[in-house]
């Protein structure tokens, strides 16, 4: 049996890839391909897609993503970091790999595939959890599949996704860089060498993210790279987990330190759907890190290049790396005042959210911002 694991890493297109394989669970299934459920809301789903019941609409994130549930409860059990909220109780984690377990030898598959951005905490949070992990499919040849992204791209996006959904964090600007230069979010290195050496015979199989989107995006390279033939019939996933435009990053910390949760959360959720039409400033031309600090990400994260570059045997894993040293045209905070010009007020459904940025356009100095 073969067992593929996606370790990761963020904001790489691993939404896509796991609403992929659920919206397409029975039908894997019948091929001999298992996206392993761990509670019973996912055998619930299983079961609607066997009766060929109508699809759900929207799928909640325990359902959607199985693995991510089961990495953060394991998580949970050796640090004091809490499980996410989207996840609601969950069982335990030996009950979750048990039922992965069953799940197997009910089927048979010939491909178990096991898909959670959150294996990429496993080597800083404790190693010991991917031994647990693959111990749970002892005999199995692994593959190991890890999507990585050039690192201001990817700093950029992953804070992004934190300040969309309402996390109080630094910006990037005037030394935000430095919340992230100790954590698998810039120390690629950490994320990909534990799970090497915790799981020595594997394929291992890491990508640039640039390539991943030359290749159509994250489905059709993870299931290219993986070897997994498909029928060119299966439901494919549609738009998964917008990004909130570089250019609203200031308006949203601004609304999430004045605003209550909800309010702020329909604002994100505005600001998702129509900003990126409505900024006159495109996201690669808008600067979140300033000049300065691009020089000091490019210099730390060149021995985590030259390791990346040496497991796959190519002279640069990132050919464009020194593109991170040259900043972007645009100020966030100008491109924000910009994209705030261009809100009418009177498009934003709810009433908070339009008093917040009608109130803002009176009131937002790019120069006077820290």
Not at 85 to 110: K, T, Y
Not at 128 to 135: A, G, H, R
Not at 353 to 361: C, E, G, N, T
């Amino acid at each position: 049996m073969k067992v593929i694991l996606y370790i990761g890493h963020h904001k790489v297109g691993s939404t896509a890839l796991q609403v992929f394989l659920t919206r397409n669970w029975a039908r894997l299934a019948r091929l001999g391909i298992l996206y392993p459920s761990t509670d019973h809301r996912g055998y619930a789903h299983n079961m609607r897609q066997l009766l060929e019941r109508p699809p759900l609409k929207v799928l909640p994130a325990h359902i959607r993503e199985p693995h991510n549930a089961l990495a953060y409860r394991m998580i949970a059990d050796v640090s004091r970091r809490e499980i996410p909220s989207q996840f609601g109780d969950l069982p335990s984690s030996r009950d979750m790999l048990e039922r992965m377990q069953h799940q197997v030898a009910a089927l048979m598959p010939h491909t178990v595939i096991l898909c959670a951005e959150a294996f990429a905490n496993f080597g800083e949070v404790s190693p010991e959890l991917i031994s647990q992990l693959c111990d749970s499919f002892s005999g199995a040849d692994f593959t190991l599949y890890c999507a990585l992204r050039r690192p201001d791209d990817y700093l950029a996006s992953w804070h992004g996704q934190r300040i969309k959904v309402g996390e109080l964090v630094p910006p990037l600007r005037n030394g935000g860089l430095r919340q992230y230069l100790r954590t698998i979010h810039f120390n690629y290195r950490t994320v990909v060498e534990p799970w090497v050496q915790r799981v020595p015979q594997a394929q291992v199989l890491l990508r640039n993210y640039k390539d991943v989107v030359t290749a159509g995006g994250s489905v059709e390279d993870f299931t290219a790279c993986c070897q997994l033939s498909l029928p060119e019939d299966l439901i494919p996933p549609g738009r998964s987990n917008p990004s909130l435009p570089l250019a609203a990053f200031a308006l949203m910390e601004r609304a999430n330190t004045e605003l209550a949760p909800l309010p702020r959360h329909n604002l994100s959720l505005f600001l998702q759907a129509h900003a990126p039409a409505l900024s006159p400033v495109a996201n690669r031309d808008v600067e979140v890190f300033g000049a300065a600090q691009r020089a000091e990400l490019l210099e730390a994260f060149r021995p985590h290049e030259a390791y990346l570059a040496g497991q796959t045997g190519q002279p640069q894993f990132f050919a464009d790396l020194e593109e991170i040293a040259r900043p972007r045209p645009v100020p966030d905070q100008d491109a924000a005042r910009q994209l705030l010009d261009a809100i009418d007020p009177e498009s934003i459904p709810h009433p908070i959210p339009r008093a917040f940025i009608r109130a803002l356009k009176g009131s937002f100095s790019p120069c006077l911002q820290t």
